[in-house]
T-cell receptor, first 118, second 113 residues
Framework: AQKITQTQPGMFVQEKEAVTLDCTYDTSDPSYGLFWYKQPSSGEMIFLIYQGSYDQQNATEGRYSLNFQKARKSANLVISASQLGDSAMYFCAMREGPFSGGYNKLIFGAGTRLAVHP | EPEVTQTPSHQVTQMGQEVILRCVPISNHLYFYWYRQILGQKVEFLVSFYNNEISEKSEIFDDQFSVERPDGSNFTLKIRSTKLEDSAMYFC???????????FGPGTRLTVT
């Protein structure tokens, strides 16, 4: 069964508008972490934002926020005020297990390709 | 800011040849990972490494793969006899085990011909 599901293979948004990228996950572990990474065309993986399963508030990092709905097992990424440089592939990922304990692998979704139009 | 480095950035090899991909994790990190991404697909976990031994490996990480930390700084992934389907981007990552973030290197693009 898919652990991380990203149902939007591609999205587009007008510059300066907000966009939401969907991510749902499946785990029976009460401790887990959810991540979003950006992969531009150059190929590197850029960490954007993290949400722990016990975090009470939704994570925010600048223009990025994570809409965490634990009961629905969703962790959608919201990008506000889109910029042309936001055009990239975006991956949702999960780590099962406690927050520390570094040997927990990341499980990635299939990704969403975002295109920002001027 | 400290970063994970990987060499080479691009490696072309013939089927059946051995390749070694090299990574230098962040210096105080203790946990190391290899992931791969076949072109246009998702990133897949290969192996995690801690305290000089493999902590976990995926079904992809078969006998053709091995990892090593030959000294205090390098972390290598060896593929003994490459296949066409090994063509992918290979990412190294590391973490100190305290924070939540895994720091990814820029990747090595492996092309098997």
């Amino acid at each position: 069964a898919q652990k991380i599901t990203q149902t939007q293979p591609g999205m587009f948004v007008q510059e300066k508008e907000a966009v939401t990228l969907d991510c749902t996950y499946d785990t029976s572990d009460p401790s887990y972490g959810l991540f979003w990474y950006k992969q531009p065309s150059s190929g590197e993986m850029i960490f954007l934002i993290y949400q722990g399963s016990y975090d009470q508030q939704n994570a925010t990092e600048g223009r990025y926020s994570l809409n965490f709905q634990k009961a629905r097992k969703s962790a959608n990424l919201v990008i506000s005020a889109s910029q042309l440089g936001d055009s990239a592939m975006y991956f949702c990922a999960m780590r099962e297990g406690p927050f520390s304990g570094g040997y927990n692998k990341l499980i990635f979704g299939a990704g969403t390709r975002l295109a920002v139009h001027p | 800011e400290p970063e994970v480095t990987q060499t080479p950035s691009h490696q072309v090899t013939q089927m059946g040849q051995e390749v070694i991909l090299r990574c230098v994790p962040i210096s105080n990190h203790l946990y190391f990972y290899w992931y791969r991404q076949i072109l246009g697909q998702k990133v897949e976990f290969l192996v995690s490494f801690y305290n000089n031994e493999i902590s976990e490996k995926s079904e992809i990480f078969d006998d053709q793969f091995s990892v090593e930390r030959p000294d205090g700084s390098n972390f290598t992934l060896k593929i003994r006899s490459t296949k066409l389907e090994d063509s992918a981007m290979y990412f190294c990552a590391s973490t100190d085990g305290q924070g939540y973030e895994q720091y990814f290197g820029p990747g090595t693009r492996l092309t098997v011909t």
